[in-house]
């Protein structure tokens, strides 16, 4: 198990980029899939970008071509790079990972999950 700390998130206009962190502790993550997950006001959480243990990433629709997921294992930490933002886009951002699980479309599948950082994008 790790535990995962977000951060990055903030307020922009639309048409602006965030890159957002999360720090992995308790454990390497070389060996973890990783995925960023968002949550609109009074919505579920839902799914976005997926970085598995094999190196393959995946992106809901709404991230794909303006989000850009990565990891750097020597600092144990996720990215999400976020360019063309748009007010649709203002939700938490949540970080999971899990050691076993590839497949991210069961999200209560997910082992370890962040505390999430707000990213509010106004028009």
Request: hydrophobic share 35%; aromatic share 8%.
């Amino acid at each position: 198990r790790v535990r995962l700390t977000e951060s990055g998130g903030g307020s922009v206009h639309t048409g602006g980029s965030l890159r957002l962190s999360c720090a992995a502790s308790g454990d390497n993550v070389t060996t973890y899939s990783m995925g960023w997950f968002r949550q609109e006001a009074g919505k579920e959480v839902a799914g976005g970008s997926v970085l598995d243990n094999t190196g393959s990433t995946t992106y809901a629709d709404f991230a794909e071509g303006r989000f850009a997921i990565s990891k750097d294992n020597v600092k144990n930490t996720l990215y999400l790079q976020m360019n063309s933002l748009k007010p649709e886009d203002t939700a938490m951002y949540f970080c999971a990972a899990d050691e076993i699980v590839v497949d991210f479309s069961n999200l209560e599948a997910i082992g370890d999950w962040g505390k999430g950082t707000q990213v509010t994008v106004s028009s």
